[in-house]
T-cell receptor, first 115, second 114 residues
Framework: EAQVTQNPRYLITVTGKKLTVTCSQN?????MSWYRQDPGLGLRQIYY???????DKGDVPEGYKVSRKEKRNFPLILESPSPNQTSLYFC??????????????FGDGTRLSIL | AQKVTQAQTEISVVEKEDVTLDCVYE???????LFWYKQPPSGELVFLIR??????QNEISGRYSWNFQKSTSSFNFTITASQVVDSAVYFC???????????FGPGTRLSVLP
């Protein structure tokens, strides 16, 4: 089954404790992206990747890191989480060969609470 | 800079009513793509439609229809004879045809009451 898998689905942690949210897709997609969803703001793009070893900042990259060492995986890293990063996070992937104009497939979301 | 506005934060209708969700966008690109996604109460994001900026034909898919008007930078979504299962948050989104970022609007929460 074609899917984007995020882990964990839920996480409660404390300020400053490094965490990683994993994202994996099995569709051989080149384009992957991370979003955060906050009430009234919709989804905002954090980082995206056009292919292995190619990543770039979205609209709200501060406080986040990503890596793309393999085509299927695109982890989101919070080196020193803060309460303002409490949010619902989505990973997505699409066929986009060079561009982001294809429909994106989304994971089920990760709800992060940082105390 | 790209921007998507969905002015309606929340809409409530009674089942079988028609409802239109508005989407207005801003972009300097001459070619771009517009999207609609649905987020039901279960939380997943479901792709509904993608439209190229060169194609201004309206599209109908069952009870769903989309009205793209380049002159007013709008891409509105109409649900005919709404059903309770249509209750969800609906997002409009924009991507340049030859770019790499993706911009969502803030979403419209639609509640269809029985």
């Amino acid at each position: 089954e074609a899917q984007v898998t995020q882990n964990p689905r839920y996480l409660i942690t404390v300020t400053g404790k490094k965490l990683t949210v994993t994202c994996s897709q099995n569709m051989n997609h080149e384009y992957m992206s991370w979003y955060r969803q906050d009430p009234g703001l919709g989804l905002r793009q954090i980082y995206y990747s056009m292919n292995v070893e190619v990543t770039d900042k979205g609209d709200v990259p501060e406080g986040y890191k990503v890596s793309r060492k393999e085509k299927r995986n695109f982890p989101l890293i919070l080196e020193s989480p803060s309460p303002n990063q409490t949010s619902l996070y989505f990973c997505a992937s699409s066929l986009g060969t060079g561009y982001s104009n294809q429909p994106q497939h989304f994971g089920d979301g990760t709800r992060l609470s940082i105390l | 800079a790209q921007k998507v506005t969905q002015a309606q934060t929340e809409i409530s209708v009674v089942e079988k009513e028609d409802v239109t969700l508005d989407c207005v966008y801003e972009t300097r690109d001459t070619t771009y793509y517009l999207f609609w996604y649905k987020q039901p109460p279960s939380g997943e994001l479901v792709f509904l439609i993608r439209r190229n900026s060169f194609d201004e034909q309206n599209e109908i898919s069952g009870r769903y229809s989309w009205n793209f008007q380049k002159s007013t930078s709008s891409f509105n979504f109409t649900i005919t004879a709404s059903q309770v299962v249509d209750s969800a948050v609906y997002f409009c989104a924009l991507s340049p045809a030859r770019g790499q970022n993706f911009v969502f609007g803030p979403g419209t929460r639609l509640s269809v009451l029985p």
